[in-house]
């Protein structure tokens, strides 16, 4: 045991420390590995250049690249490029608006709702989590939903966008694909349904939580698929109640919640907050797709964003909360922990690392990123 809060079996540690401790990634994460890496910049503008290719307004495909790249240079490589060959298909297939009118439908002092009218879902999200960071500097606090939006990546990334401007962000998601079903079920109506919460400090970093109401999201399925890795023990089981570790194989059996039947609660109210509340699919409604490219998936999401000014003095939190972080980190651990990290330290410790070194991307997906960029006739994306 190396790490509290780690989200993926421990793999070797590289040179690269933080805080004065090596920071351990996975063995196919590594560059020291033969796993080709790309550098932040190049990953931006290749899946800009594929998303022009496509038919998205470039000012549009550069939002989406980023948010994209960021997934990557986080770690967060279920939600990165690794989804770009999906996007394009859908896309194609005419699952995706490339010219939508985002628009308010509903407008209130600390709260609204955003029709995203089938945009790529990073494009619809953005525009909820900017104006619900305008209504919380008035409102103190504010609730921005979405309807007819799409996948938009890991859920940090929107939830993190508040802390720049003093406010705390939380977000939850309804996932695009039911992989959950209730507490003693065996019909999928739930889906990972994720939330995420990021709060400012002072010289620490954001203390960041994201996560899946299942104890992985179906983006690390799909992601060890690509690595050609085994899943442990506990993220899947199949119709028989067994462990299904062969992250192939994924369709024949759902993911297991967090927490037993707290874990499945907590889907179904992360759902009707970000789903039902909105006008936004749930439950049997939610279209799958992984496997339709082509009915649209009215996704909804939901950011709650606080601003900390209408709370009190904004260092005074801010050195509250990194008093607590170093109480934490500091706090006698157990034996064989190296250190305890928290949440949301180990993407903040890769942003770094993937930044000076670049962002490691499967053989497999480099391959097919490869393939895609000549089905576009786009420059493909250089790796070293």
Do not use: C
Not at 252 to 272: D, M, N, Q, R
Not at 287 to 313: H, M, R, Y
Not at 320 to 347: H, K
């Amino acid at each position: 045991m190396h790490g509290l809060f780690e989200q993926e079996p421990l793999g070797r540690a590289i040179s690269l420390g933080y805080r004065g401790v090596p920071f351990v990634l996975h063995p196919t994460m590594t560059a020291a590995s033969q796993t080709p890496v790309v550098q932040f910049d190049a990953l931006r503008a290749f899946i800009t250049r594929a998303l022009v290719a496509v038919d998205i307004p470039l000012l549009d495909a550069e939002v989406v690249a980023n948010l994209m790249a960021q997934a990557d240079l986080q770690g967060s490589d279920g939600h990165g490029v690794i989804r770009l060959p999906q996007y394009v298909k859908r896309i194609r297939a005419g699952g995706i608006n490339t010219r939508p009118n985002i628009h308010v439908v509903q407008d209130r002092a600390a709260m609204a709702v955003v029709d995203g009218d089938n945009a790529m879902g990073h494009l619809a999200v953005s525009r909820a989590v900017n104006l619900a960071i305008e209504k919380a500097r008035s409102a103190g606090v504010a609730w921005v939903g979405t309807r007819n939006s799409n996948h938009a990546g890991p859920a940090s990334l929107y939830a993190r966008m508040p802390v720049a401007h003093n406010m705390i962000g939380l977000y939850f998601a309804v996932g695009n694909a039911n992989h959950l079903p209730a507490w003693g079920g065996m019909d999928m109506l739930l889906s990972t349904n994720p939330i995420a919460a990021a709060i400012p400090a002072g010289v620490e970093p954001e203390v960041v939580l994201d996560m899946a109401t299942t104890v992985a999201a179906y983006g690390k399925v799909k992601a060890k698929a690509k690595r050609g890795e085994m899943m442990p023990e506990g993220w899947m089981i199949d119709r028989q109640g067994k462990p299904l570790l062969d992250p192939t194989r994924s369709e024949e059996g759902f993911l297991l919640p967090i927490g037993g039947y707290k874990g499945y609660g907590l889907a179904l109210i992360v759902g009707l907050l970000a789903g039902t509340l909105q006008g936004a699919a749930m439950g049997k409604d939610v279209v799958d797709f992984n496997k339709d490219s082509v009915t649209p998936t009215n996704t909804g999401q939901a950011i709650l964003v606080i601003n900390l000014e209408a709370f009190g003095e904004v260092n005074i939190f801010k050195s509250a909360v990194d008093t607590l972080v170093q109480d934490i980190r500091a706090s006698e651990r157990l034996p064989g922990v190296d250190r305890i990290w928290l949440p949301g330290e180990q993407s903040h410790a890769r942003r770094q690392a993937y930044g000076e070194n670049g962002i490691p991307v499967a053989s497999v997906l480099a391959k097919e990123l490869e393939a895609l960029a000549k089905d576009l006739g786009v420059e493909r994306m250089q790796v070293v």
